[in-house]
């Protein structure tokens, strides 16, 4: 019988608990993981391929603090003859493999598709020695320009018309258009523009865009529909403000916030991980085609660590 020593390869577990549980006790300590900006840590991606992580894993990664988000599997940090430091443990980021299955329905054969949950193990590049030069960031190296939030809303594709009928922000499905306060009525544009960009996520969904149910079905105030759809709307504005270099409302001591967050999670694993993926499609919505190419469903990765078939 053979062993495998490689300690990026993931053993069998319930992969939405695992997250889920690392969320739970960020936010048990007083962190909210999508409130932490990467404004100048960068935003997580591989060090090798410099492309950026997606959905849930950019919080998981990003929640670690560490001085520059870069991060290796563990064949990569081989690849380049380098190493881990003694007692560093990985941190999980996970992904969504799919399989097809052909079968007979009716009398013909259709293609079902099955999706899994799996997770691997990367290391930031300071838990590792010996990694060379090219893949550290560049010394005293500026951070590139953020686009301004105006840009932003300008150049979203088939976005919503706002308006500025009501002192209240909202969004109306059934006529596509967003009601926002006059800049006046905020005390800063960042509090304007972060209350558009959360009304710009929930526009995302509409039918002509990504088509969440949640959004056009307008679910009642306290269901789960209603949880996940506010959920995906925070998450993705969090996004927003960090790609513009705006500053996030710190939530660490609003202990009502963070309780009603984790009395959410721990009735639902799932919900957590699905808001994240939506909130992700939303932001590259919006931002196409400025968001930077992403790492997709963590290709190179799963090919390294022998996950994929």
Known sequence: MSTNNNPSVPKPVDVYELVTDRIIELLEIGTVPWRIPWTTTGIPMNAISKRPYRGINVMLLNSLFYPHNLFLTWNQIKSINASVLPGEKGSIIV??????KDEVKDGKIVTEKKYFLRYYKV?????????PIAYHPKINEELPPLPECAAIVENMKNAPRIVHKQAQAY?????????????NAFTSNDDYYGTLFHELVHATGHQTRLSRKEVFENPYYGTESYSQEE?????????????AGLRIEDMSYNASYIHSWLRVFKNDKKILIQAASKAQQAVEYI?????PEAVSKE????????IAA
């Open 231 to 243: 959920l995906v709307a925070e998450m993705g504005a969090c996004y927003l403000k960090s790609y």
């Open 95 to 100: 992904f969504t493999k799919t399989i097809e």
């Open 123 to 131: 290391w930031n590049i300071e838990q590792c020695k010996d990694i």
């Open 287 to 291: 931002l196409h085609p400025r968001v």
């Open 171 to 183: 969004y109306v499905p059934a006529e596509d258009y967003i009601n926002m306060p006059r800049k």
């Open 299 to 306: 290709q190179e990765e799963e090919l390294e660590v022998g």
